[in-house]
């Protein structure tokens, strides 16, 4: 479930980013690493409230609930649009085979 906070995906100049970030959110939250989880929700929370977009990992970095990894895992989704851990996560075997699994009804 998430929380809707009155802003719109296409409403923030990071959505991209925040699409990226909650893919591998949505990984952590399958593999149950509940730390990470927390810290990518945090990371997401507050980019959606950013008025501006976030390029580089310094001005990530000064955001509240970041820290230095994460500010430049935002930054290579800015330069590059996409995620090199969440293409390696996505190519996991048993991350597909849960996948699979998930979208077994009953």
């Known amino acids: 479930m998430k929380k809707h906070d009155g802003l719109?995906?296409?409403?923030?100049?990071?959505?991209?980013?925040?699409e990226v970030l909650q893919k591998m959110a949505d990984y952590y939250e399958r593999t149950q690493d509940h730390w990470r989880l927390t810290a990518y929700r945090k990371a997401i929370g507050a980019l959606r409230k950013q008025s501006n977009k976030i390029t580089t990992k310094e001005e990530a970095y000064a955001m509240p609930s970041i820290g230095e990894r994460l500010a430049e895992k935002?930054?290579?989704?800015?330069w590059t649009n996409?995620?090199?851990?969440?293409?390696?996560?996505?190519?996991?075997?048993?991350?597909e085979v849960l996948q699979m699994f998930l979208k077994i009804y009953g």
């Open 74 to 78: 935002i930054e290579e989704i800015v």
């Open 82 to 95: 996409r995620l090199r851990r969440l293409d390696n996560a996505e190519l996991e075997p048993n991350d």
């Open 8 to 18: 719109n995906k296409e409403d923030s100049p990071n959505s991209r980013t925040i």
